[in-house]
């Protein structure tokens, strides 16, 4: 086993030699009599030390009265102690050398806040003995491999291949407990607790590494440090999938998860965006989580999304049809010299496209045939096997056939073998051999579906980052230390439009005219139509209080134009005050968007796209990405909007610039990257022109944070 | 119990007193053998009379050679005979009184013609004695409450008040094996085979009245009289909730349909359409089904949406937070002095609010407490109580508090034990008294949603029909009986506005002028704006030619308009006949939009509404409804659309006259439900002014029936 040294730390959580249980008990049904009953009853074949100052042996292990008896170095400490014990016991520990602990004990964070003192406390040391923590206030860890089983969860799983990270340990035991009986098997299994020290983020790095591991799974209610969770889950769906359950993913979700962990939990836009980004599969509930999992634990890749289904009833067969239009999952017929071979083998009432049907009476020699000839038709990227338990249907003898199949097939096998108790037994054999079986069809479809997706995620070149050097960072840095120094959060117009042009944006050009005679001349050498705007700094929205007068089509209406916003602003805003009339040619034809940016409390920036006007604010038709954005997600995210079609032109209208248009995108990404200051910005509209003619930014918001 | 006559026919396929076995055989693993060990294995207290020519006695019972030999009546029939002796035998039955028929034997439609042939005769037999026949090609029926079991199904399942109706018999026995392990009880389960006679309808209407049932599950795969079944499931819904599958939903499933059972399946928009406006809730998966039977099975009416979760676990309570958000279910906290009983009842570090945390050491009284506390809250329409098997916990002594507190609670019960064998009696337990269990939480709070938007639905007043008298029906008679004599099937646009016209739409007064002398004499007279529009029964899309010319704003115009629109049209038609050019006033502001119908195979008329242009074209927000529509499904249809706000007026418009809009779509059900003959019509565009002004449809086309 290849174990890197980067990881060797964590990997004393999973192959540790010798395990200190600091605070066994002798009581059963006490959590310290339950870990080291686990440990035992688990077979873990290094040594145990269990630590209780008041008994010499439990369970028939000798007991250490305290950390500083035991002679030997720790790998791994165990603690079941009161909160302010295990502070002093880590100073204890850490004299064995012991540089991975899992804290299982409550009383930290999730109390209060003493409990987050003690929290505080505990982090503290952990850095200065350079100790990894897992925990506080949580299960523990198991590996059924290697046999270790420090946490108080009832029984060892079966072992497997799917890795479980959670921040939720009794949904923990719930899941071990129903993984029993549906035979899902597992590498590795973490329990998160408080999180003071190790995250999901360090599992997830681990688990992408493990050979043991084939596929990730976690729930989690929460991520800390979003770009560095992004820049992790990056490098690890590149090699295995990853599927996972945000909790409180709604605004409902959400306050029961601060009352639940004191998680502050991330908007679920930005946790949306960042697993789709990421390529992390997403999934909403547990049932769906192990289904897709099975289908990935099988080890086998599809080269596309063509499958078979072969049946022996109609009416399964249908729903596999109907789920697989559903997931974009083609049922083409097999190849003309199959179909010829199959009406050979096959009764004359059978269906030979696809789904195949070979009919009620099937035994599992039928079932054989079929597949072996369906084997060869190469064009097929995965087999979907039903059974339906009727009076001729021998369930385990098919399955056995199934397996004999799969020993030389790397196509992904599925199969649904549909029942109760006749079907039991066929199941199990199934497990046992790591062939996924689904209740029903229309799941086994669903997870070849998420097989299919991924794998064509995989291969996808890794996304490329483009950085501008034409921009002047210099500049926004001054404008933006001058304006925070003088604690002027919400930029002007002006000086907005400055930080944007220093970041390669167009604005049309724009001249102040202080008076009308000057509005008059300003106009004279432009181009009607018109634009004119009031210009002062103490007015946002300049719309609202008629500060705004477009379309100026002559000189006359230029005057007017001035007597109008000047009285309007007077008149709405008598205090602000007024530097003049900004007038600028009015752009025409083309399309309005909207170029926005957010920042998320865990995962940073998040850029907005959408079209102007209705869209946004009826159809709510927008698209998001967390920045840094690379190249193919700027261009992804203006294709995943529903009204796309209206920017490559829909009646004969030109298409827009969408190279302008992604450039934007990215210098905006490479803008809210290098300047985390600004905590929220709006370019609204702007205004898309066909290829060939230069696209502007019309109006220009940006904030800052203000402490 | 209390059936009523008009379904004795019916009654005797669930109560019958004598049943003759037609093909009885003595082989095990027949499917005649099958079906009379499970009538006697089931415990039949009837009659049971077994027929085969050759055999003296079968699994202990009398052996009759021929039907003629049965000396009393017969209440149900079962026939597993070649197809021609099932003809036959029909004449012989008829003799002794039997209506109830079951035909089990294949070999009917769906192997082709010959069978096809024969399935003809068998419906004509049906119809000349008057018997009601189940199949051909079914499992038969089972009804564990009187004792039937005349299926081949495998065992009696367990009596509840489920009934389920399958168009696939191979889907219902896995369903039955399966439902023995989750614990699913059914009153009356009916493979429909062929539905040669009886069909989904038929049941529908049968279930609907029984008292046994509490909820109506179906797969179905087609249905023929539309119509019909929606004006049946329009009643029963009213009654008991009524969930289906429509397997071949989609048109890849829709293949595989055809090939099934040659039933031609309707377009799912149509079935969407047809179950939403009947108030049948539409099930995509066997598993969801029941999830969702399982709630609506225990009798318990929630009044409103508001849950209560009480849990030993923050993540599934997260989870069930989460779920709630979705299925819009409201947690809200409990009232101030119910928190306050909490609070002196449970641990310190309890979460108070919802969901409610009593922590994880929480035993069977901790629940109790909490139930019972809850309880006196009658803001809350249902419980939901989530259980992890913690060391502490008892998954079956909680199981027994929930049933106790079941026995007086009024209002809807949810479980999640979650887990395996540490929860498996206590989820037996919760079975057998009828309180639906769910291995997480999620799946219960979907199952209290649908139970909550089915009562919300049956609260609703009856749909009421407008008719619209003022119509000029015989005209419209007149017009389509002359066009179908005349061989011409698209109608002129002259007819189709005549017939609209007659209906009570208004269009612009439109004036034919056939020189451009003509053209200005009219148009002098008119309101500028104008547009012209070619005038040919010859031209269908006008605009795609050069025909149409808008915005006209004077007589120069005019006259330039006439030129253009005739040279461009003598250009791009060259042997069309010219009558004209029509030139009407423009109706200026104001929203366009669609109304359009297609007449689907099923379900008949299939009305379609949304906003024009782009709306319909690239984002395809459109609704659609069946007609006979009812006046508040008018109003649904219209709402239903993404783009609705525009119509109600955004950014300081004004609203369009909505009941300008439903009386619209009113009055085309009208005429679409009077004239089968129209297949097809548009009224494209629509000009929808504010209250007070007139709307106009500007353009019309309809197309009739050809054959």
């Not at 269990?50 to 603690?79: C, T």
């Not at 969770?229 to 409180?248: C, D, E, Y």
């Not at 083409?332 to 269906?351: D, F, G, R, S, V």
């Not at 954005?629 to 992804?636: L, M, S, T």
Request: aromatic share 8%.
């Amino acid at each position: 086993m290849d174990h890197s040294s980067r990881t060797a730390i964590t990997d004393s959580f999973f192959f540790p030699q010798r395990i200190a249980v600091i605070g066994a008990s002798a009581e059963a049904g006490k959590v310290g009599n339950d870990i080291l009953r686990n440990l035992i009853e688990g077979k873990f074949d290094g040594e145990i030390y269990p630590v209780n100052p008041k008994r010499d042996e439990i369970l028939g292990l000798n007991v250490y009265h305290s950390i500083g008896e035991i002679s030997s170095d720790i790998d791994l400490a165990v603690f079941i102690v009161p909160p302010r014990y295990v502070i002093s016991g880590l100073d204890d520990i850490a004299k064995k050398n012991c540089k991975a602990v899992i804290v299982i004990s409550a009383g930290f964070k999730e109390v209060g806040a003493e409990g987050a003192q003690l929290e505080q406390e505990l982090v503290k040391k952990a850095k200065q003995y350079g100790m990894k923590v897992l925990g506080p206030n949580c299960l523990g860890i198991i590996s059924p491999s290697s046999k270790v089983n420090a946490s108080f969860a009832a029984e060892m799983p079966i072992q497997g291949n799917i890795s479980f990270i959670s921040q939720s340990g009794a949904l923990l035991t719930a899941v071990l407990d129903w993984s029993m009986e549906e035979g899902i098997g597992f590498s590795k299994i973490i329990s998160l607790g408080n999180k003071a020290v190790l995250d999901e983020i360090d599992f997830l790095e681990y688990l992408g590494e493990d050979p043991d591991t084939e596929v990730i799974l976690g729930y989690i209610e929460g991520v800390e440090e979003g770009q560095r969770f992004m820049k992790v889950a990056q490098q690890v769906t590149r090699k295995k999938p990853v599927l996972l359950i945000k909790a409180g993913s709604t605004s409902a979700g959400a306050r029961a998860a601060s009352s639940h962990t004191g998680t502050l939990a991330g908007s679920d836009k930005a946790f949306a965006t960042a697993f789709k980004q990421t390529g992390i599969i997403r999934i909403h509930n547990v049932a769906d989580l192990f289904d897709l999992a099975k289908g990935f634990a099988q080890k086998r890749i599809p080269r596309g999304n063509k499958l078979v289904v072969i049946t022996n009833a109609g009416g399964p067969g249908i729903l596999a049809a109907d789920a697989s239009e559903k997931n974009k999952i083609q049922l083409q017929p097999p190849k003309t010299e199959i179909i010829a071979e199959l009406k050979e083998a096959l009764p004359p009432t059978a269906a030979l496209f696809n789904p195949v049907d070979i009919i009620g009476d099937a035994r599992e020699d039928r079932y054989k045939n079929a597949l072996n000839i369906l084997k060869k038709d190469r064009s097929f990227d995965g087999f979907l096997v039903i059974l339906t338990p009727q009076s001729m249907t021998d369930a385990y003898k098919v399955a056995e056939e199934i397996v004999k199949f799969s020993s030389n097939c790397k196509r992904p096998i599925f199969a649904a073998l549909m029942g109760g108790k006749l079907v039991r037994r066929g199941i199990e054999l199934l497990n046992k051999n790591n062939i996924p079986n689904f209740e029903f069809p229309d799941e086994a479809v669903k997870s070849f579906a998420a097989l299919v997706n991924y794998h064509k995620f995989t291969r996808k070149p890794q996304p490329t980052y483009r950085e501008y050097e034409d921009v002047d960072k210099e500049k926004v840095k001054e404008i933006i230390s001058d304006s925070m120094s003088k604690g002027m959060f919400n930029l002007s117009e002006v000086k907005a439009k400055e930080i944007f042009k220093a970041y390669g944006f167009d604005f049309p050009e724009s001249h102040l005219a202080r008076s009308i005679d000057e509005a008059v001349q300003i106009a004279d050498k432009l181009k009607f139509p018109l634009v004119m705007k009031i210009s002062s700094p103490d007015i946002l929205h300049k719309s609202d209080i008629g500060g705004v007068k477009v379309n100026i089509k002559n000189l006359e209406g230029v005057i007017r134009a001035f007597m109008e916003i000047t009285t309007n602003v007077k008149r709405k805003s008598p205090k602000a005050a007024i530097l003049g009339v900004d007038i600028q040619e009015m752009i025409t034809g083309g399309k309005e968007v909207i170029l926005g940016m957010t920042r998320d409390p865990s995962f940073g920036p998040l850029i907005m796209f959408g079209l102007g006007g209705i869209y946004v604010e009826v159809l709510k038709d927008v698209s998001f990405r967390v920045a840094p954005i690379p190249v193919e997600e700027a261009q992804n995210m203006v294709r995943e909007i529903n009204s796309y079609p209206l920017l490559a032109g829909v009646r004969g209208e030109k298409s827009i610039d969408f190279n302008a248009l992604y450039e934007m995108i990215l210098r905006l990404s490479q803008l809210v990257t290098d300047f985390p200051e600004i905590i929220e910005l709006d370019l609204n509209p702007v205004k898309l022109l066909p290829r060939g003619k230069k696209s502007y930014a019309l109006d220009a918001r940006i904030t800052l944070i203000s402490n």
